[in-house]
């Protein structure tokens, strides 16, 4: 067996095709604003992937640059300012922020109609509760789940797990399985026996952090990997999952790169569209939940 390949690159070019059409059909275009704060490498690249990403389908951008250092105050006055914007539908805080900061805070000072990242602890709390709707989803989930749909692979009933229980990725990601009937477990570092739990599992989500974490043995043959991991190592960018072994148990395997990553940059476009189309032509937000 080869799994086919679950082609996140070729899945986000459908959907920014989709996206310019209705950015362009806007009286004005939808504007997204991110806040970093400190000069980490990473989130720098991260930042300027999404400003990229919204010139290429026709979106406005700024971004406000804070130094490490900078107090709370200061954080949430920015957040304060973009959050009366008019021309702002969308404002992003890049995480994680510097350890002297309160995370909840800061993130509670968005507002929820321009809450794109799904990070504000009311949006998390209806995702956490049955019959619930957010008005967004984390991206990085709602761009898994966006590919198990694209792709047709069965979610109702089967079994999930997710490797991983962060707040930006894990458990978002658990909640949106259940929420598509799926029975879920979530497994992590102190989690015993988690062999035996992937290898029960139809479906798993492996966002651990740890490069090839999870190999081919451990799998059911037949299953459906979502790999979200992306680590560098002296061979190029991997995954948490050993692709070359997992690929020959697995049915469907994302790769990395090319797989989880370009869906979390376009679903934060479609969130950001979504949020201007409420402001601009009053129309009710759709639901955050999606398969």
């Known amino acids: 067996m080869s799994a086919q390949i679950i082609d996140g690159k070729a899945v986000s070019q459908i959907m920014k095709e989709q996206l310019r059409q209705q950015v362009a059909a806007l009286p004005s275009p939808p504007g997204l604003a991110t806040v970093l704060v400190g000069d980490d490498p990473a989130s720098q690249s991260y930042i300027r992937s999404k400003h990229k990403l919204c010139a290429d389908v026709g979106m406005r951008s700024l971004h406000h640059q804070m130094s490490a250092g900078a107090s709370q105050a200061e954080v949430e ?5 973009l959050a009366a914007d008019p021309g702002v539908h969308g404002i992003l805080i890049q995480l994680p922020l510097p350890a002297h900061l309160d ?4 993130l509670s000072r968005v507002p929820l109609e321009k809450d794109v990242d799904g990070f504000h602890p009311v949006n998390v709390g209806r995702l956490a509760m049955k019959g619930r709707q957010p008005a967004f989803v984390p991206c990085t989930p709602a761009g898994c789940m966006r590919l198990l749909q694209h792709y047709k692979i069965p979610v109702s009933g089967a079994r999930a797990v997710v490797v991983g229980r962060s707040n930006i990725v894990g458990l978002p990601m658990a909640l949106l399985l259940n929420h598509a009937d799926a029975t ?4 992590h570092s102190r989690t015993k026996d988690m062999h035996e739990h992937l290898n029960r599992a139809d479906i798993v989500v492996a966002a651990i952090g740890k490069a090839n974490f999870i190999v081919g043995s451990q799998l059911k043959p037949g299953c459906c990997v979502i790999d979200v991991g992306i680590n560098r190592t002296p061979n190029g960018l991997v995954g948490d999952v050993d692709f070359a072994s997992a690929r020959e148990v697995a049915a469907w395997i994302t790769p990395v790169p ?14 950001t569209l979504r949020a201007a189309q409420k402001s601009l032509l009053g129309r009710e937000l759709q639901p955050g939940i999606s398969g």
């Open 184 to 187: 879920v477990t979530l497994v």
């Open 258 to 271: 090319g797989g989880v990553g370009p869906m979390t940059l376009v679903m934060l476009m479609e969130n």
């Open 77 to 81: 006055a920015v957040i304060v300012q």
């Open 103 to 106: 995370e909840e805070c800061i």
